[in-house]
């Protein structure tokens, strides 16, 4: 199997993975021959065995862009399909030195990076590894100066923990790469807290006549019925993908009997005390990160010191590049179940 066929059976693992990748999030790639090849924006890994999701990136040509702050050009001398266009991540990966680089939003991981002592506890857990913390900063350009400024103070460094973000894992072929991802995986697992049961509420028969239904799914319902999961969700937003995909804060109702209180689009509803209700419509990137989001949350232990996305951060990612993320992985989607 060449290079390109183990990066995209990995990229289809991991993206089948809930607890790596969510929706159209994380991304991958290969430097091969002066070529990096990137995951498309939008593009789900969990796919990547069966569609279109690489794009080919000449990567001198992407450093040069990386050092004239200047964006990516449409075309370059590769050419790549018309409709895909390059991760937002790519210069990240293009200043990392490894061949094999993979970006996930690992729930684990990021249970531990939303929290202020991340730094401390991470060395604890990740001691021995060569590793290194990324405070929070924006996609882009704004990461991969940050990611290239910790790989030039430690050029051994291929593991990277992004604050309130997720994981980066690199290695010189896929085999290593994925290896060194399991013992991450390995070191910072967390046991989740598990939701109390509620008998059947009589709204659930109510829920399926309308456009609500109660999902049958452990996590979810833990939202709503467990209190350190609540606190934690009034504290703000944790990372990036919550506020685009299931917007700055999520709506309540102290009773399920007060649905017709509930404005606005949101695909979801917390009902205190009971649990969460989700729409018929949800799409399935809102679903992917919602579950995503249950299982980060739960996983974040109760005496935690959290550090939240700001209000500017909040703004900035939930702006243009925000909305066409969120597009695109819809789109994406729709494309498939057509
Ligand atoms: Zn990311």
């Known amino acids: 199997m060449n290079g390109l066929d183990s990066l995209l059976c990995l990229s289809a693992r ?12 994380g991304n991958t790639s290969l430097k091969l021959d002066g070529t990096l090849w990137i995951k498309a924006s939008g593009r789900w890994l969990a796919f990547a065995d069966r569609e279109e999701i690489l794009v080919p990136v000449e990567l001198s040509e992407c450093l040069e862009c990386l050092r004239r702050n200047a964006p990516l050009p449409p075309h370059n001398g590769n050419g790549w399909p018309a409709h895909l266009r390059p991760s937002i991540e790519t210069f990240m990966h293009a200043v990392l030195p490894h061949r094999v680089v993979l970006h996930v939003h690992s729930i684990n991981t990021i249970a531990w990076a939303v929290r202020a002592d991340a730094p401390l506890r991470l060395t604890e857990k990740l001691s021995g590894l060569r590793w290194q913390w990324i405070p929070y900063t924006f996609s882009g350009i704004p990461l991969a100066r940050a990611i290239e400024a910790a790989s030039t103070g430690d050029p051994a460094a291929n593991v990277f923990v992004l604050g309130n973000h997720g994981l980066v894992v690199c290695g010189d072929d896929c085999d290593s790469a994925q290896a060194l991802l399991t013992e991450v995986e390995r070191r910072l697992e967390i046991p989740p807290r598990m939701a109390a049961e509620v008998d059947s509420h009589p709204f659930d028969q109510m829920a399926y006549c309308s456009d609500w239904r109660r999902p049958e799914v452990d996590a979810l319902q833990a939202l709503g019925r467990d209190v350190i999961s609540k606190r934690i969700m009034d504290g703000g937003v944790l990372y990036p993908c919550q506020a685009i995909f299931l917007g700055p804060t999520l709506p309540r109702v102290p009773s399920a009997t007060q649905f017709n209180e509930i404005n606005g689009s949101s695909p979801v509803v917390v009902v205190d005390g009971d649990g969460v209700f989700t729409k018929k419509s949800i799409t399935a ?49 729709s494309a498939i179940a057509n």
């Not at 991991?14 to 999030?25: D, E, T």
């Not at 249950?294 to 951060?313: F, G, N």
């Not at 590049?321 to 819809?330: D, K, L, P, Q, V």
């Open 14 to 25: 991991i993206g089948r993975n809930p607890l790596l990748v969510q929706a159209s999030s």
């Open 285 to 333: 990137a809102e679903w992917a990160t919602l579950n995503g989001f249950a299982e980060v949350v739960r996983r974040i232990e109760p005496s935690a010191p959290i550090r939240y996305l700001t209000d500017h951060e909040v703004t900035s990612v939930m702006g243009v590049e925000g909305h066409h993320y969120r597009m695109s992985a819809e789109n994406q989607m």
